[in-house]
Nanobody, 124 residues
Framework: QVQLVETGGGSVQAGGSLILSCAPS??????MGWFRQAPGKEREGVAA????????FYAASVKGRFTISQDNAKNTVYLQMNSLKPEDAAMYYC???????????????????WGQGTQVTVSS
């Protein structure tokens, strides 16, 4: 069974940094993304990366602060989060897109494989 294993969540003060990792077990997807969901809010796309082409996509709210990257040797995707704000606090999910059908990279409907999430807490 395909799994996405997320690591790296935790608690940090505002202005701090965290790095999240997502390692698909034994499979390489077309696109990987990071989403987040805060209590009472809808899940939102944060960042995405096309695995083969390397194109990256960011939500306006994180552009310039977050960086998505991949390590092909480790088959791992990272989300480096800098200058964290209290509003960045949420459960963060890694997602993977299997198909090659066109879809918006930060739309949750684009992805069919999801991790269980890792909590990010940012204190002011």
């Amino acid at each position: 069974q395909v799994q996405l294993v997320e690591t790296g969540g935790g608690s940090v003060q505002a202005g701090g940094s965290l790095i999240l990792s997502c390692a698909p077990s034994g499979y390489t997807y077309n696109r990987m993304g990071w989403f987040r969901q805060a209590p009472g809010k809808e899940r939102e796309g944060v960042a995405a990366i096309d695995i083969r082409g390397g194109s990256r996509f960011y939500a306006a709210s994180v552009k310039g602060r977050f960086t998505i990257s991949q390590d092909n040797a480790k088959n791992t995707v990272y989300l480096q989060m800098n200058s964290l704000k209290p509003e960045d606090a949420a459960m963060y999910y890694c997602a993977a897109k299997e198909s090659s059908i066109f879809c918006l990279p930060l739309s949750s409907t684009c992805y069919n494989i999801w991790g269980q999430g890792t909590q990010v807490t940012v204190s002011s």
